[in-house]
C-alpha cells in the first residue's frame, strides 16, 4: 500500500498571502495524483487531478506540481472561501490512498 | 448538473449489518465507475471500495474485506453497500463517489454525494 504524507497538518496563512502545502508518497505513483479541498459539514472537492491539471471550475489561483514522489498544492493568493481542509489521493495503485489532510486555517 | 444521493445510514449495534444506497442523476451513470469513500468523525477520508460501470470490477479496503458487498444497477441508476458484521470503528459518514472513467485503474474521482452518517454503538 502506498502511503501518502502530507505537511504541515495545519498551516495559519492570512488572506492574501501565499499558501504552499505538501504530499510526499512512498513510492512512485507516477503523475496520479489528485488534490481535494473539504469544507466544514461539505463534501470533498475535485481540485487537480494528474498532480496538475484543475478539474473543471476552479480557479487559476490554484496550482499542482510535482518533484518524484513529492507534491505540492499552491495556493498563490487565498481567499476567505479557501480556509479548508485539503487531502491528496494517489490512484497509481490498490487501494486508493489519502493523506492525513492539511487544515488551511486564518491566521 | 452531476447529482449524487446517498441514504440507508443510521445507528446500529455491533455485529448487524446495513444497507447503504446511491442514487445518481445528471450524467450516464453506466458509464463509469463508482465508489464509496468514508470519514470517521473529526477524521480522514478512506477509500473503501469501488465498482467498474459494469460491475465486472470490483476492489475492496483491506478493513472492510470480506464484511462489505458492493454492487451496483445500472437500470436504476443506483449504488449499494452491504454492511455485515459492523463494527464501531465502521462508524463515520459514507460518502458515494463518481469516478471519472468507466474502469477502477488509474483513475480518479470527481463528484462526491453528501454522505449517509452510520454510527455502530451498544
Known amino acids: 500500500e502506498t502511503v501518502m504524507t502530507q505537511s504541515p497538518a495545519t498551516l495559519s496563512v492570512s488572506p492574501g498571502e501565499r499558501a504552499t502545502l505538501s504530499c510526499r508518497a512512498s513510492?512512485?505513483?507516477?503523475?496520479?495524483l489528485a488534490w481535494y479541498q473539504q469544507k466544514p459539514g461539505q463534501a470533498p472537492r475535485l481540485l487537480i487531478y494528474?498532480?496538475?491539471t484543475r478539474a473543471t471550475g476552479i480557479p487559476a489561483r490554484f496550482s499542482g506540481s510535482e518533484s518524484g514522489t513529492e507534491f505540492t498544492l499552491t495556493i498563490s493568493s487565498l481567499q476567505s472561501e479557501d480556509f479548508a481542509v485539503y487531502y491528496c489521493?494517489?490512484?497509481?495503485?490498490?487501494?486508493?490512498?489519502f493523506g492525513q489532510g492539511t487544515k488551511v486555517e486564518i491566521k | 448538473e452531476v447529482q449524487l444521493v446517498e441514504s440507508g445510514g443510521g445507528l446500529v449495534q455491533p455485529g448487524r449489518s446495513l444497507r447503504l444506497s446511491c442514487v445518481a442523476s445528471g450524467f450516464s451513470f453506466d458509464d463509469y465507475a463508482m465508489h464509496w469513500v468514508r470519514q470517521a468523525p473529526g477524521k480522514g477520508l478512506e477509500w473503501v471500495s469501488g465498482v467498474s460501470w459494469n460491475g465486472g470490477s470490483i476492489g475492496y479496503a483491506d478493513s472492510v474485506k470480506g464484511r462489505f458487498t458492493i454492487s451496483r444497477d445500472n437500470a436504476k441508476n443506483s449504488l449499494y453497500l452491504q454492511m455485515n458484521s459492523l463494527r464501531p470503528e465502521d462508524t463515520a459518514l459514507y460518502y458515494c463517489?463518481?469516478?471519472?472513467?468507466?474502469?477502477?485503474?488509474?483513475?480518479?474521482?470527481?463528484?462526491w454525494g453528501q454522505g449517509t452518517l452510520v454510527t455502530v454503538s451498544s
Open positions: 513510492q512512485s505513483v507516477s503523475s496520479y
Open positions: 463517489a463518481k469516478d471519472r472513467s468507466a474502469w477502477l485503474q488509474l483513475a480518479y474521482s470527481d463528484y
Open positions: 489521493q494517489q490512484y497509481n495503485d490498490w487501494p486508493r490512498t
Open positions: 494528474g498532480a496538475s
